[in-house]
């Protein structure tokens, strides 16, 4: 994943709530599949997979098992996913992985609805604001961090 990318992440992780941040970690997921997709070299398909693997376990570990209506299936698929990722990296197998991606993309586009929905605020507090298109560089608009809030302790 290029350094762009991660800062992207970055920037819409510091200004999500929670749902938001569980459609990051999808997007994450569906990246880094890509990647061991198009990746050239055993040593780069491992490592796109376990951290795509890495992603799914976090989507699982944050799950409510109060409501098992919904937990269990989806817990379920990522076990089917993390499953799948850890037989493709054992076998060097990429057959699977297409289809690990396509059940995070349609679980994403539910998130994505469900996200839409969530009225709460960002999870992290006082995070730096950041307005977008304020200043240009080479390649386009760039985002302006906020300054002058105080984030640290004062003495």
């Known amino acids: 994943m290029t ?3 991660k800062q992207e992440y970055t920037r819409r992780i510091s200004q999500a709530n929670k749902s938001e941040v569980v459609v990051i970690i999808y997007e994450v997921a569906m990246d880094y599949f890509d990647e061991a997709i198009a990746a050239e070299n055993r040593e780069d398909f491992t490592d796109s997979v376990n951290k795509a693997k890495k992603c799914v376990e976090q989507l699982r570990d944050a799950l409510d098992m109060n409501y098992p209506a919904i937990s269990l ?3 379920r698929l990522y076990n089917f996913v993390t499953l799948e990722c850890d037989k493709a990296t054992m076998k060097d197998d990429r057959t699977n992985i297409p289809a690990c991606r396509k059940v995070m993309e349609g679980l994403h586009s539910s998130f994505v609805e469900v996200a839409k929905q969530d ?25 302006s961090v906020g300054a002058g809030v105080s984030r640290g302790f004062s003495a």
Do not use: F, I, Q, W
Not at 119 to 143: D, F, H, I, Q
């Open 3 to 5: 350094a762009e990318r």
């Open 119 to 143: 009225t709460s605020g960002p999870m992290m507090e006082n995070a730096e604001e950041v307005y977008s298109g304020l200043t240009y560089g080479k390649t386009g608009e760039n985002a």
């Open 73 to 75: 299936p989806l817990s």
